[in-house]
């Protein structure tokens, strides 16, 4: 199957400093790519949606200007979050979607800020 | 709005058939996939309907039905490496909705 890398996997931050998150389709190319947030046990919570060389959708109440996202090409896709505080917190998940229906996820990314 | 429901957790034994139900309340959607994922693991794509019926992988099958508002994932011979959650998911073209999610334990 398609293969979507995810970096780094975990990244430890300081309060108010910025974070980048680098989601790759290695073996195809992502027109589409998602990004999530998922708490311990809980289910994924969509924060946006990437396409390739335009502005990204963002979800209902996830701040634009504080996760921001940037798809120059057709295998990247990077997650910036800025200014974070300990409630940014969490387990941020990229996909890319192969066709019309088929998600492909990274392994996710650990994010704790102290 | 958009909702989906799943059991939070089923408990099955190695061997056994188990079944993970999928109800919503919402239309006009494209599809119902599966996925799966394992703590700490990404999710993993099993199966989708496009279609009303049973799709059929190896030992995963997926059934929709529309009318009754609800599909299922049915895990046959289950194996101690299924242990894992189990999340639904509709679209909406591009629009991702993921359900709560099913927690199974398989025993020994």
């Known amino acids: 199957g398609a293969v979507v890398s995810q970096h780094p996997s975990w990244v430890i931050c300081k309060s108010g400093t910025s974070v980048k998150i680098e989601c790759r389709s290695l073996?195809?190319?992502?027109?589409?790519m998602f990004w999530y947030r998922q708490f311990p046990k809980q289910s994924l919570m969509l924060m946006a949606t990437?396409?390739?060389?335009?502005?990204?959708?963002?979800e209902q109440g996830v701040e634009k200007d504080k996760f921001l996202i940037n798809h120059a090409s057709l295998t990247l896709s990077t997650l910036t979050v800025t200014s974070a505080h300990p409630e940014d917190s969490s387990f941020y998940i990229c996909?890319?979607?192969?066709?019309?229906?088929?998600?492909?996820f990274g392994p996710g990314t650990r994010l704790t800020v102290t | 709005g958009q909702s989906l429901e799943q059991p939070s957790e089923v408990t099955a034994v190695e061997g056994a058939i188990v079944q993970i139900n999928c109800t919503y309340q919402?239309?006009?959607?494209?599809?119902l996939s599966w996925y799966q994922q394992h703590d700490g693991g990404a999710p993993t794509f099993l199966s989708y309907?496009?279609?009303?019926g049973l799709e059929e992988t190896g030992r995963f099958s997926s059934f929709l039905s529309r009318s009754d508002s609800y599909g299922y994932l049915l895990l046959q011979e289950l194996q101690m490496k299924d242990s894992a959650s189990y999340f639904c998911?509709?679209?909406?073209?591009?629009?991702?909705?993921f359900g709560p999610g099913t927690r199974l334990s398989v025993l020994p």
């Open positions: 996909s890319a979607l192969a066709g019309s229906y088929e998600q492909y």
């Open positions: 073996d195809f190319q992502a027109t589409t």
């Open positions: 990437s396409n390739e060389g335009s502005k990204a959708t963002y």
């Open positions: 919402t239309s006009g959607f494209y599809g």
């Open positions: 309907n496009g279609l009303d």
């Open positions: 998911a509709v679209n909406y073209g591009q629009n991702f909705v």
